[in-house]
């Protein structure tokens, strides 16, 4: 483990310890969040097994697996482009009149 990684975690240990011992325990009303990103599908797949069992969700733009920790989680994203498939599911015909035809009955031709 790097010595960035053990101070971040000493970083967490240290926060947990203050909450502990913060006077007004029931203040904490919300949980916090972490983003991590992945940059394509096989490093998707890498991380998301390291996340272990987590549900999938698709917002905006993003594709992400999300892991609860009590009233805390972690969120592996990545643009959805960059994991999914565009699918073509059909096609629709769409008639449209030729420029020079005549107007139909009822309706003025557009000047």
Known sequence: MSDYTKNWCK???D???FVESYRDGDSWTTGFALNLFA??????????RRLGTAS????G????LKR???PHSIALNILRERICERVQTGTRKVM??????PASRGRRARV
């Open 96 to 101: 449209k009149p030729a420029p020079d035809a």
């Open 11 to 13: 970083g967490l240990r």
């Open 39 to 48: 940059d394509d599908a096989e490093d998707m797949a890498e991380k998301g």
């Open 68 to 70: 609860d920790f009590g």
């Open 56 to 59: 999938k969700h698709e917002q």
């Open 61 to 64: 733009g993003y594709y992400f």
């Open 15 to 17: 926060l947990a310890d």
